[in-house]
């Protein structure tokens, strides 16, 4: 294989003693920066989502001079804005025996024990607090008739711990980040970029100094230089061209930074997401997601015997396989993702899927609908009923919705600290974009607490330890004006390569590969081919690609293809860490590893580490870090 | 399928602007309407030439940035979708399709079918908020909302700020848009210290923008995709003036 290993590398942050203390120690043993040299720190926030909207608008409240970007045209578009289902906290309301320890420990469990203690439980006790945050700056959660807040389950959890607002909660927790941001673009402290897209890394002395964009209407090569740089630009998912992403997620600013010497944390961990409305044809562009709180009376079944081509009425009870209930008695439709997923597909490569190609599995609301009426269910889901509607043309009301998985989030990411610091020194990076939260798996509605958890409280008070040494001075003229040049560059051979394909034709044969030997299931052979594939389809691409348009204009194709190059790139580091971890564990399921009974096979001995890459010319660079279990015994997960 | 497109193609804000025809085959009924932009744009680029430069980005009606007015209508005919929702199979074949920019003096046009809508954030700005620092946040339930208040300011709250009101407007105006998030938050306990000066300064934020007044003539509700009702400009009216007093 393509690597080499190197040195093991460990977080240096995280304090010791009791995991209750491990926060409150580190907030207290952080250096504090007085008020009136806050507003002599420059920060850059790239990405206005959960994380990077919460960020840059409490930096910008506590003082300090905050710089955001984003590549839509408002900080309100950013994809946690279509989150649909909830967000976890450990509350209690309840009473039902939720609490920080239990949310802590569900979350690691689920995560198949590849995530860090500390920062796990950190997020628990958080969760709290962003609850409060939340209600107070007008989210309009759901409520109890007695004016309290209202809480449902969700998949992975025994507990009913969800906080949600219909099926829109993102959308609402993201408007409430964006309003506290555009408080603070009227105060002044945060300067707003919208259209500007991070093309690269400034490194100068060993540390994170700037950033260079590109004004997406003016095509204007910019340099932004600030004390530290922050980056909260989402996940990667879109690697797969195919996915629940919002179209202009991508991976450009952490690859960037990836190259400039952060290192890449766990790339092969994708969440496949059960609940997604099945592909229609070969022109989709992107797949979309139903909420998997559907799977709280939604009942997932297909017919007993494969090829069963009768319309759904005419296939009787007692045909009818609700496979989810069957293997997982305990749990039923709410396993995780992880679990339902692979459970689909396999119920489908048995020939007992539903639908189109045989690619897809029934999510039936009928008998919930006998239970509780069509205008309970209608008052429930019906934002998303109506969604499964118009896409699809059927009507879920009368005939049960056609799901199938799709991939959904990364929980890959860069690696950092328990600062939240990537290895480059003033480099942090947030949300979706680390790797440090979740583990091999994310829970349902735990992404969203992970967002706002890092942007409102660990990063503002984290970040303070790094600046209270700073201005950090002038920047090395020559270190900006390389990363220029290389953008520079870059942009040019592809305004000038005059081929004979689009960037977004490279970009669904490199997701279909992905997706076929990088997806769901992975072996040797599969990802050996990728491997194999990937080189030959990039070089092609750089040779062929053809992008029409001017660098100086607003030029959608141009925007494209720089993403797509850089796609390239990370797949096939995604497929070098899927290759070596020899083991199943969450999303990433090696079929050489499983148990008799298909389920998946961790191998704690060997691979109870994270998996750091760094970049290098010959290769990338793996180096492990250990991960310990003192409070969570590891063992294997069952939901059964 | 086989269409035929009327597409505004527009270099650049500087430029004039004009109607062009394009011929677009091999439709499929299941393509969303951006999806058959997206054929279109494939063989523009392979021909050389500029792509149609649209908005869009979530694909699943949520995040507000896609928005054209398509035969005359902001988002299209089918009631309560946003353009990335709307689907091929509610189009004849061989219909001739006009699809045109939001046009409104506040949202300038940056190139064929994207606008300007920063307006929109600065009317946030003005007051689109509750001032409440991250920490110092007393615990959700020390304040009970009645759920039939609370669903109300949800309603509202679902604004998604496509702009798609004013683009149907006679009068360009962001009404609908800015009483969406005055009625909202003044549905809330917690909005209730701000609501006299928020009206007041998201109202003349507004007219600040250049955005025209409201005359009642309902179109803004009519494209709306997500329903945001006309009530709410009575709301934001009754808060402006009482505010205002």
Known sequence: ?????????????????????????????????????????????????????????????????????????????????????????????????????????????GGDFRARESNVYRLAQVSVNIIDQAVAQGVPFAREYGGLLDTRSFGGAQVSRTFYARGQTGQQLLLGAYQALERQIAAGTVKMHTRHEMLDLIVADGRARGVIVRDMVTGEIERHLADAVVLASGGYGNVFFLSTNAKGCNTTAIWRAHRRGAMFANPCYTQIHPTCIPVSGEYQSKLTLMSESLRNDGRVWVPVKGGDDRPVSQIPEDERDYYLERIYPAFGNLVPRDIASRAAKNVCDEGRGVGPGGLGVYLDFADAIKRLGRDAVEKKYGNLFEMYERITGEDPYTQPMRIYPAVHYTMGGLWVDYDLQSTIPGLFVIGEANFSDHGANRLGASALMQGLADGYFVLPTTIGDYLANGPYGEVDEEAVAEAEVAVREKINRLLSNNGTRTADSYHRELGKLMWEYCGMERTEESLR?????????????????????????????????????????LAELMCIDALHRTESCGGHFRAE?????????????????????????????LHKEDLDYEYVKMSQRSYK | MNLTLRVWRQKSPEDKGRMVTYRVEDVSPDMSFLEMLDVLNERLILEGDDPVAFDHDCREGICGMCGMVINGVAHGEQVATTTCQLHMRHFEDNAVITIEPWRAAPFPVVKDLVVDRSAFDRIIQAGGFVSVPAGSAPDAHSLPVKKVDADAAFDAATCIGCGACVAA????SASLFTAAKITHLSLLPQGQPERDSRARAMVEQMDAEGFGGCTNTGECTAVCPKGIPLDTIAQMNRDYLKASK
């Open chain 2, 169 to 172: 407007c006679p009068n360009g």
């Open chain 1, 593 to 621: 590893s499983q148990d008799a009974d298909g389920e998946a096979l961790r191998d704690d001995e060997h691979f109870a580490y994270v998996a750091a890459w760094e970049y290098g010319e010959q290769g990338p660079v």
């Open chain 1, 1 to 109: 294989m393509r690597y080499t290993e190197g040195e093991p590398i460990r977080d240096t942050k995280a304090p010791e003693g009791p995991i209750e203390d491990r926060w409150e120690k580190r907030k207290f043993g952080a250096k504090l920066v007085n008020p009136a040299n806050k507003r002599k720190l420059n920060v850059i926030v790239i990405g206005t989502g959960l994380a990077g909207g919460s960020a840059a608008a409490t930096l910008g409240e506590l003082g300090y001079n905050v710089t955001s970007f984003c590549y839509q045209d408002s900080p309100r578009r950013a994809h946690s804005i279509a989150a649909q289902g909830g967000i976890n906290a450990a509350k209690n309301y309840r009473g039902d025996g939720d609490s920080i320890y239990r949310l802590f420990y569900d979350t690691v469990k």
């Open chain 1, 529 to 569: 081919k990728a491997l194999e594939r990937i080189p030959e389809l990039r070089e092609e691409f750089w040779k062929n690609v053809k992008v029409s348009g001017e660098a100086d204009e607003l030029n959608q194709a141009l925007e494209r293809a720089g993403r797509v190059a850089d796609f390239f790139d």
